[in-house]
């Protein structure tokens, strides 16, 4: 890169200072979570890299880490657990967030502040007073340690990012197009379905990801309300961590790590679709 | 003539009026009712809409939660269990033991109470209320209410007989404070104080004076974490917004793939760089740096926690600060240093001030995250690192002290609330965006 001709010495020492700064807080961002795909390759029951591994020996390297996570049952369970949960939840926060959200962006909406408050709160309530709060209440109408409860509870922990993404798709949506479909006659569900529904879809998928991504990564409120067969694979990581420490956990956590830079590309590519057609549309 | 709005009712226009002058709609209505039924309509619709997440939401997140907030005043033990006792205790002077009748109602309530289905006995629950206020109530009070029905008259010397606890006016003056459906005693005890003999209130020995040290160490934690997410991601977010576009975004993912990165994948990773025999240790042991005996102790403590809690949190702290750094001209710390200012003033004096929307909508963001972040600390905090949700949580699940818990969540949530409250007057909640 080259410099402005005007820059002084010391402007040049503070340029270049300042790049290695910030490389090396984005070093600081990236490598613990990088640093795990090695080290779940290693042979030795270790969480360091061992002689072998650094002289790149392949004796140093194993997927037995793997095969323990293939071979496990309960982490085969809480797979299965996370995204049962995950899916259910998320198809219930978002039905419910996109039809509120539409609701919250009509001008005649009333206490629009109030309510608007109410539903974005899961979302500010410190998790262990949710997690708490549920975990009374659901023992008491017997829902505590069902898959019933968790899917309600991470559906209500879901439903304020549905809101506000989708809220947010519709504050650049064109009133006119659906009071011309009105004019030419489509029903309000048809209306819907053809025109307000295809326009607020990224928003809608991106609220319904961040939605599943919250109950997928849920941990506290697994913790009060889930009972043994709900376990969830962050339940799972939890007691790995808490009881028996193995590189397993490495291998499961370099899998999540996958599975979140694919719903990151997806995302990313739903916001600069949207952005394209926001800014194909007249405003 | 028909005018379409618009959610599509027809609103008929007619050009007659009334014999008050009043205009009227075609079929004959007056103009401005048939306008107020539709826009009532309208706002039906619009709240219909939103009717059925907000009934889920209340019913199933914000109903538990004040419900659980009910349990920190909420005190039916000893009303339930011993109404004739209470009742008896009315003319006690509170100086020396009871009579003999306070007593007589002490054995009839326990006699009543073991003729019950043992799922709806009160002493059990009365026992376990006691014991928080003394702790040797709970054997005491079991001990003896298994023994009642062999009790003879005179009742008085009997029960203290039976356990020194009833040869105490303590217990006496703790039943006749807590016979009251509502109590403050989990407040005290949530900010170290209690009753003393007079039943005024002072503040427990210093050897037992936990929480407001707690409270105390979750603030100052939350905020040494809230100034290096600062620290640290001012820097980058300045450096991204003075990228063009396509290089930015590249940069970006360093920031999003650990905001999308599991929490326990994170909080592990950080287990696996800093624990004894962990990465970091080894290569400064390789290095020669440190000896083998004296590895760094990184985590289970306050600098595991916090170094981890800084990595989570940094992202919610430079996505606010980026969004607005990318709205702040160039031209503006141009024009400042045309003008003669220095580097230096152009940034402290022009680009600065402009950032602070986004500086106060990361600070509170982290900080309402981090006093009530649970996992983390739990974790990796060992002793000195944890913090008030954690206590919450073991009174919840071990010590089984659910009033106490529910007085300290519900401090934890009013501050947490003030916050937001806070963070939408600065900032408004448009501002939270994700991604």
Redesign the interface.
């Known amino acids: 890169m080259s410099l402005p001709a005007y820059y002084t010495a010391k402007d040049k020492v503070w340029h270049y200072a300042f790049r290695v700064i910030c490389f090396a807080i984005f070093f600081f961002l990236l490598a613990p979570i990088l640093i795990m795909i090695p080290l779940s390759f290693n042979a030795q029951p270790y969480f360091t890299f061992t002689r072998e591994m650094l002289t790149l020996n392949p004796e140093g390297y194993s997927l037995r880490w793997y095969q323990d996570f293939l071979g496990s049952d309960s982490w085969m369970r809480s797979i299965r657990n996370s995204f049962v949960i995950g899916i259910a939840a998320t198809i219930l926060s978002t039905t419910l967030g996109t039809l509120a959200a539409l609701g919250l962006s009509r001008a005649e909406m009333p206490a629009k502040g109030l309510i608007m408050g109410i539903l974005i709160s899961p979302m500010i309530v410190p998790l262990i007073i949710s997690a708490a709060g549920m975990f009374f209440f659901f023992s008491q109408i017997n829902i505590a340690q069902t898959f019933f409860g968790v899917v309600l509870a991470h559906a209500a922990l879901g439903t304020p990012f549905v809101v506000i993404t989708v809220t947010a798709t519709l504050v650049g949506f064109d009133q006119s197009l659906t009071r011309a479909a009105a004019n030419l006659g489509a029903s309000p569900t048809t209306n819907f379905f053809k025109i307000t529904m295809p326009l607020i879809l990224p928003g809608v998928i991106s609220g319904a990801l961040f939605a599943f991504i919250t109950s997928f990564d849920e941990i506290v409120v697994v913790l009060f309300v889930a009972g043994v067969e709900q376990r969830t694979i962050p339940r799972e990581m939890w007691s790995g961590i808490r009881e028996d420490i193995s590189p397993t956990i490495l291998a499961v956590a370099t899998i999540l790590v996958l599975i979140s830079v694919a719903l990151l590309t997806v995302v990313e590519l739903l916001r600069r679709r949207g952005e394209r057609m926001r800014g194909l549309s007249p405003q | 003539m028909a005018m379409?709005d618009?959610?599509?009712n027809d609103v008929a226009i007619g050009n007659e009026t009334d014999s008050k002058g009043r205009l009227l709609t075609s079929d004959g209505r007056p103009l401005r009712a048939a306008l107020e039924r539709a826009?009532r309509r309208?706002?039906l619709?619009?709240?219909?809409?939103?009717?059925?997440?907000?009934a889920?939401?209340?019913i199933?997140?914000?109903?538990?939660?004040?419900?659980?907030m009910w349990?920190s005043v909420d005190n039916p033990a000893v009303v339930e269990a011993l109404p004739r006792t209470l009742e008896a205790l009315q003319d006690w002077n509170g100086e020396e033991l009871p009579s003999e009748d306070v007593y007589r109602a002490l054995y009839e309530d326990m006699m009543a109470d073991q003729d019950l289905p043992r799922l709806e006995q009160k002493i059990g629950p009365l026992a376990v209320r006691l014991n928080y206020e003394v702790s040797a109530a709970r054997g005491a009070i079991s001990r003896t209410s298994r023994n009642v029905d062999e009790f003879e008259a005179p009742y008085k010397e009997a029960f203290m007989d039976a356990h020194r606890l009833w040869r105490d006016t303590e217990i006496w003056r703790i039943i006749e404070r807590e016979g009251r459906p509502l109590t403050a005693s989990y407040y005290l005890a949530a900010v170290d104080a209690e009753y003393n003999e007079n039943n005024e209130i002072v503040r427990t020995d210093e050897n037992r004076r936990i929480y407001v040290a707690l409270f105390g160490r979750t603030f100052a934690m939350s905020l040494v974490i809230t100034f290096m997410t600062f620290a640290?991601g001012f820097?980058?977010a300045y450096?991204l917004s003075s990228l063009p576009m396509s290089k930015a975004?590249l940069?970006m993912?360093?920031?999003?793939?650990?905001f999308?990165?599991?929490?326990?994948?994170?909080?592990?990773?950080?287990?696996?760089?800093l624990?004894g025999?962990?990465?970091i240790n080894?290569t400064l042991v390789g290095l020669g740096i440190l000896d083998d005996e004296n590895r760094l102790s990184m985590i289970y403590n306050q600098t595991g926690t916090i170094i981890a809690m800084t990595?989570i949190l940094?992202?919610f702290m430079v996505l606010p600060l980026y969004s607005v750094m990318k709205t702040i001209p160039p031209s503006y710390t141009r024009a400042a240093k045309s003008l003669g200012a220095t580097?230096w003033t152009a940034f402290r004096r022009v680009y600065f001030p402009q950032t602070l929307p986004g500086i106060a909508a990361g600070g509170v963001l982290v900080f309402?995250i981090s006093?009530?972040?649970?996992?983390t600390p739990a974790?990796v905090g060992g002793q000195d690192g944890r913090m008030i949700?954690n206590e919450?949580?073991r009174h919840?699940?071990s010590s089984l002290n659910?009033g106490l818990?529910?007085a300290l969540?519900s401090m934890?949530?009013v501050s947490?609330?003030l916050l937001?409250w806070l963070f939408n007057k600065l900032v408004g909640?448009d501002s939270?965006?994700?991604?």
Do not use: C, E
């Open positions: 379409s618009a959610s599509g826009n309208r706002k619709t619009a709240f219909g809409l939103v009717a059925p997440l907000l889920f939401i209340v199933f997140f914000a109903f538990p939660i004040v419900q659980m349990r640290l820097p980058i450096y975004n940069l993912i360093a920031v999003l793939l650990p999308w990165t599991s929490l326990l994948v994170r909080t592990s990773a950080w287990i696996v760089l624990q025999q962990g990465v080894d990595h940094l992202p580097p309402i006093i009530g972040y649970y996992i974790l949700s919450i949580a919840i699940q659910w818990a529910a969540g934890l949530l947490v609330l937001y909640t939270l965006k994700f991604g």
